[in-house]
């Protein structure tokens, strides 16, 4: 008899120990979401969602880079890109057990390049005063943006359209940028392209002008007819 509540006695204390043992396999597991998903880009802003199952009393607690963030009552947190790009992680912790989730997977937040915007100009080579120049504004990818135009860092609201027609008298640094509605929402900036005139039209050509002089000695014992030639050119 003795021996029999011996047994009990270290058979109960075997599965205490062993469920203090386990505490850590049964602790609900942290899940991170993200939204939007799919690429991301340098000008997003992005969700993520810390879901623990059961209980709703959790403080999470968010990593990032492997380093220890901030806290908050929410399960959502909201970051900006690029500047928030990195790894991050989450897990839960409350008052009554379990005290602790476990610390979800790793997600990491990477970055797309924005598509490329470029401009192109006709005609190329010298401009000349006056002349009327065409530029095009040529985005890779997709094809329902809309195009805006910037002189300098100003925008011309005067010039929408992937394509646009000035005066080479609108001399100025120009450049293009796309939108749309759909991500990615924006293009890069194209590079500037600058506008400036390095030549000017001129309808002078030469000309020859013929004069006659006639010269009266008094004794009429001469009659001159000279020719002058005289050629001008103006040159610019």
Known sequence: MENTLLCV?????????????????????????????????????????CDIPDYTDWTYYWYINNQPGYSTHGKTITISLPDQAGQYQCLGTRTDRPQKSQLSKALSIQLTALPTASVSISPQGLLYSGETVSMQCDISMYTDW???WYIGNNLDSSTPGKTITTLSNRAGQYRC??????RPQWSQFSVFLPI??????????????????????GSFHSNLLQYQQIISRRLH
């Open 177 to 182: 940028v796309g939108v749309r509605t759909s």
């Open 146 to 148: 809309t195009y805006s």
């Open 9 to 49: 006695l270290l058979l109960l204390s075997i599965l205490i120990y062993c469920g203090h043992c386990d505490e850590d396999d049964v602790q609900p597991r942290a899940t991170l979401r993200i939204s939007p998903q799919g690429l991301l880009y340098s000008v997003d802003t992005v969700t993520l969602q």
């Open 196 to 217: 400036r005139v390095t030549g000017e039209f001129t309808n002078d050509a030469p000309s020859l002008t013929c004069r006659s002089v006639y010269q009266d000695t």
